[in-house]
């Protein structure tokens, strides 16, 4: 990882109610140094529950308290010719920082700064429809509300709100949310202005090196952030592009691990059986839909839209659940953990899907997690398991994830394992390009990607006809 020349960290910020950790501080370091440079900004990859939202609220604030001195000490010079060069180009100059989340966290981050900062310090407005912002310290907004504000239309049209105002820095939390470089998010983004510009995530690889490429393309990175050069100087895999990609995660990534400065994390795979009836039909099915696709590969049941459908009914054969559907609002959701988090006479378990509980909770209340189920992008379960181990959690944790054997899991998870290992790779500066295919990484078609995981998956099922099962029974297919 790049470093900044000076080894002295960054003090806590004055009005800041929360001393910053030795970490955080060397943090706060790290990103204004990057704020000098050019392009100014850059990708905050801590791990999950490391103190990224603080880190961030931290740098705004520094950032006041610097310009605030340079406007008394009469060293304001540069501060005045950037308002000057942005009102020629139509803009509104402001020193408010942009911080762009997913819906659900936009008053999690207000409430963020209220308890951190002493009341005064940084003026907060969450943005909802038009109004006066230049004047804020931080201004709040999601990502729908971007997108639905700045269409991906050739010119911006500077009489959307946001669109007129040159930000002193954007701030993408969960900015994993604009991995798909073709949504409208991840365009509109884009077309904001601004002095410098980050992207907060613990997990910034989720499937291929395309997802970094979004990432480029926002900060504004010279070549990279045009699609072209990446396609044909990152994404081929030589050693060249390999010390290419390395070079840049050195630059312009920040990664820390919890391991040094949180309780240690014990994850735990338990493999479970199938009756032999469910072992029956899920392995009967699982040869039935790999028979079909071998031999109709050009026909409709070859197609990727056939695939996914089969997969999933695969994942849900022999599984019998009751669905209660409730509509939880922010503010009741926020009270649940609250009192999960809080109160030790009250709920001691919270059921949370890996979508809904990837994002935006604390639950350090608890230290027992259990995964009931596989996701084909292994960072969002990361994200999952990272709502229980983060700063905060003083007990040990016990994550215990459950694979049925003989089943889709297990393929699953090895797929998961490779993804990993190519997301931790990336992040270290240690790509090699290793089975680049298998991520996607090359430029085969994403159709013909998808039919060779297929066939990963469903290949080890023509090679078991007689499986041992519960101690030593034989079911026969």
Not at 3 to 19: I, M, R, V, Y
Not at 126 to 142: E, G, M, P, Q
Not at 224 to 250: C, D, G, H, P, Q
Request: glycine share 6%; net charge positive; charged share 25%.
């Amino acid at each position: 990882m790049s470093q900044p020349d000076s080894k002295e960290l960054t003090k806590t910020p004055a009005g800041f109610l929360c001393p910053l950790k030795e970490h955080q501080m060397a943090g706060l370091t790290w990103m204004k140094w990057r704020e000098s440079l050019s392009p100014k900004g850059g990708i905050l990859a801590d791990e999950m529950g490391l103190g990224k939202t603080l880190l961030v609220i931290a740098l705004i604030a520094t950032g006041k308290c610097e310009r605030e001195q340079r406007r008394l000490e009469g060293k304001d010079s540069e501060d005045k010719d950037r308002s000057s060069i942005v009102r020629q180009q139509s803009l509104t100059p402001s020193n408010a920082t942009l911080i762009i989340a997913p819906a659900a966290l936009i008053y999690h981050w207000e409430d963020e700064v209220n308890q951190r900062c002493e009341v005064g310090l940084l003026k907060v407005a969450v943005y909802h429809t038009n109004r006066k912002l230049a004047r804020n310290d931080i201004v709040i907004t999601s990502y729908m509300l971007v997108a639905n504000e700045l269409r991906s239309d050739d010119h911006v049209n500077l009489s959307n709100t946001l669109a007129k105002i040159h930000w002193s820095r954007i701030v993408l939390d969960e900015a994993h949310c604009i991995k798909n470089r073709k949504t409208k998010a991840a365009k509109a983004v884009c077309r904001l202005s601004s002095d410098a510009r980050w992207c907060v995530t613990g997990t910034p690889v989720h499937n291929n090196l395309w997802d970094l490429y979004s990432f480029l393309r926002f900060l504004n990175v010279d070549h990279f952030s045009e699609e072209r050069f990446w396609k044909e100087y990152v994404m081929l895999s030589t050693k060249k592009s390999a010390e290419r990609l390395n070079l840049l995660m050195k630059n312009y990534v920040l990664r820390r691990e919890k391991n040094s400065v949180s309780p240690i994390t014990e994850t735990r795979l338990v493999r479970v059986w199938m009756s032999c009836f469910c072992f029956y039909c899920c392995h009967r099915f699982q040869v039935t839909v790999f028979l079909r696709l071998v031999s109709n590969p050009s026909t409709k049941i070859g197609k990727m839209g056939c695939m996914l459908v089969m997969l999933l009914r695969l994942r849900q054969a022999c599984i019998h659940f009751h669905l209660t559907k409730n509509v939880t609002t922010i503010y009741s959701r926020q009270d649940r953990v609250k009192c999960f988090n809080e109160d030790k006479k009250g709920t001691n378990v919270m059921l949370v899907s890996i979508s809904a509980g990837g994002v935006g909770l604390n639950l350090t209340g608890g230290n027992h997690l259990i995964l009931m189920d596989l996701h084909w992008n292994p960072a969002l379960e990361l994200q999952a398991c990272d709502r229980v181990h983060r700063m905060g959690q003083t007990r040990e944790v016990h994550i215990h994830k459950l694979i049925m054997k003989q089943s889709i899991e297990e393929r699953v998870l090895s797929l998961q394992m490779k993804k990993m290992g190519l997301a931790e790779n990336v992040l270290k500066g240690l790509v090699y390009f290793p089975e680049t295919f298998l991520y996607g990484s090359s430029l085969m078609s994403r159709a013909k990607f998808l039919r060779i995981v297929v066939v990963i998956i469903f290949q080890s099922s023509l090679e078991k006809e007689h499986e041992s099962h519960d101690g030593g029974s034989e079911i026969s297919i």
